[in-house]
């Protein structure tokens, strides 16, 4: 997931701002706003920063300072991924496991 979507869903949910609303004061139809929040479609730069410039301000001064922070850890990670990328952490992760498993096999 980018970064900026992921921080931008990250926020959305911690303000408890609804697609209704972002639409509202964005212009932005709903279902387009739902395909960039889920991944399915990457807002053009300046479309995006045109989207920024019309929340409110606490928003936008919350996504520069996490914008600044840089990598976003781990668990906002996973826990802010869509239902697609899940299903590829834990692919990844049971083949991890079977791997390490079958290592363990051979070793003993």
């Known amino acids: 997931m980018s970064q900026h979507r992921e921080i931008f869903n990250q926020l959305l949910l911690a303000f408890d701002y609804s697609a209704k609303q972002v639409s509202a004061w964005t212009g932005i139809h709903e279902s387009r706003l739902s ?19 019309c929340m409110p301000k606490e928003f936008q001064d919350s996504f520069w300072l996490k914008i600044r922070e840089g990598e976003t850890s781990w668990r906002i990670r996973v826990l802010s991924a869509s239902h697609h990328e899940i299903e590829e952490i834990l692919r990844g992760l049971a083949d991890r496991w079977a791997s390490s498993t079958d290592e363990a096999k051979i070793a003993s």
Do not use: P, Q
């Open 35 to 53: 395909r960039f929040r889920t991944g399915k479609l990457d807002l053009e730069a300046g479309e995006f920063f045109s989207l920024l410039a």
